[in-house]
């Protein structure tokens, strides 16, 4: 009677041995777990992180945008656009000749790159379109950005039959995207007025 009481006891024990193991397991995949996912929500929030800082340190601001009136025929149309831009506080020096302006229009999309030298006219061709850079306010060279001060225009072409680039007709809708680097991006969207009228040289978008 001894012996068996003694074995019963003897299994439990045992018993409540590996249910202890197996909630030491579980607690240690448990932590495991957690160490893991902390890790990855770490790397996630650094490199947030990093995204904003980059975002912040390559930003334009567009103050203006200016539509230049022309005629094709007896349409009146917009036939150029004038955007003022300026760095955002804290930003990054920025080359102007290093952004790409991204542009969607009725008649099609394209991607804008910067002429070469300061007095260079836009280019409205649709193989290879390119916006001017003229100097508003800046004590720097040529299309550098080096303070919120700093004002610029950047000048996009419009032409008959040239795709994304073709003349602006009344009530279109245009969408820019002024993109400056890694995560930098400014967004613009405008309606061209329902009525244009060929007294009018430029109106506001």
């Known amino acids: 009677m001894i012996c068996k ?26 932590a495991a777990v957690i160490l893991d996912v902390g890790g990855v929500l ?35 149309i917009v036939d150029e656009i004038d955007m003022t831009v300026a760095a955002s506080p804290g930003a990054d020096d920025l080359n102007l000749q290093d952004v790409t302006i991204e542009i969607v229009s009725p008649s099609g999309a394209a991607t804008l790159t ?12 649709e193989d290879d379109p390119q916006f001017a850079i003229d100097e508003i306010t800046s004590e720097s060279e040529f299309a550098l950005v080096t303070s919120p001060e700093d004002r610029h225009q950047l000048t996009l072409g419009f032409e008959d039959g040239e795709g994304a680039l073709d003349e602006l007709e ?7 995207t002024v993109v400056t680097g890694p995560g930098g991006q400014t967004f613009e969207s405008f309606s061209v007025p329902t009525t244009l009228s060929d007294n009018d040289e430029t109106i506001s978008l």
């Open 5 to 30: 009481e003694s074995d019963n006891r003897g299994l439990a024990g045992v018993a409540a041995l590996i249910v202890f193991i197996a909630l030491v397991l579980v607690a240690a995949i448990a």
């Open 42 to 76: 770490e790397q996630q929030a650094g490199e947030t992180g990093m995204e904003a800082s980059d975002q912040l340190s390559s930003q334009l601001n567009v103050l203006s945008t200016i539509g230049h009136i022309g005629e094709n025929g007896e349409d009146v």
């Open 170 to 176: 009344e009530g279109e809708n245009v969408e820019i």
């Open 114 to 125: 910067a002429v070469d030298e300061e007095d260079d006219d836009p280019v409205a061709d």
